[in-house]
């Protein structure tokens, strides 16, 4: 049963990330302190003496480090910046509570990376309206020239191939996480196996000794046995001895 630390926890982590799901003003500043309480609250529950298993610990953990790397994504200027530190993220595996079908901090994710896009694209669409917007306000005979729209096209190829850069180093950024996240999964289970083998391999130790032991111990209690027969045989003897040669001698 969860302690009333981690029961608090839960519902924090669960305000923190209904609240990162929402677009928020540039003067929200709750979700920035919550998530400091959280980790505070972390600390507190690793130290608790009904503290929960390992690996609920370390859930815990990947969730509020997403929190604060979302947090600290949205402070950077440039949404190709934004978009690039958000696929370095690392989402929860798990619900934070049990009505959630996906993961709410993936939910998040997910938007964030959607929302990064957009930005992206309104960029480099506001960029060409300014372009135009420019052309237009210039007289017709310096609009037709050639030069100038020479220099527009290239300046639309040249965005255009920003884009297609920074996508490019996203996907390539993307594919590196992923590749990692494998090879770390595939270290994990085989360490797993490796200390299921162990496991196994003492369990076996430990029945060969006991069995041993057991043997040992019925082998002393025989021993022991027949010493008390033999000595109580050889005082009965005795006595029947000493009771026949002392009438003898009188």
Not at 183 to 196: G, H, P, W
Request: proline share 3%; aromatic share 4%.
């Amino acid at each position: 049963m969860a302690s009333r630390l981690e029961i608090n926890f839960i519902r924090l982590l669960s305000r923190c990330e209904s609240m990162a799901s929402e677009k928020r003003g540039e003067t929200e500043w709750r979700l920035e302190k919550y998530v400091a309480a959280l980790e505070e609250m972390l600390v507190a529950l690793r130290k608790s003496q009904s503290k929960p298993t390992q690996e609920v610990l370390t859930e815990y953990t990947r969730k509020v480090d997403f929190l604060k790397g979302l947090l600290e994504a949205e402070k950077l200027l440039s949404p190709t910046e934004k978009a690039l530190a958000n696929q370095f993220l690392a989402p929860g595996r798990t619900p934070t509570i049990a009505n959630e079908r996906m993961p709410a901090s993936k939910t998040v994710h997910l938007q964030t990376k959607a929302r990064c896009t957009g930005e992206m694209r309104d960029e480099l669409l506001g960029t060409l309206d300014g372009d135009l917007r420019n052309r237009r306000g210039l007289p017709v005979d310096e609009r037709q020239s050639a030069a100038e729209l020479d220099a527009i096209l290239q300046r639309h190829h040249d965005l255009q191939e920003k884009l297609a850069e920074d996508m490019l180093n996203l996907a390539r950024n993307l594919k590196n996480n992923t590749l990692a996240a494998q090879n770390i999964i595939k270290q994990d289970n085989q360490t797993l196996t490796q200390s299921m083998r162990q496991a196994d391999l003492n369990y076996e130790k430990l029945k060969t000794e006991s069995e041993r032991l057991e043997q040992h111990t019925k082998k002393s209690v025989n021993w022991l046995l027949w010493l008390m027969l033999i000595l109580v045989s050889f005082t009965f003897i005795s006595m029947i001895l000493f009771i026949r040669i002392v009438p003898r001698l009188r």
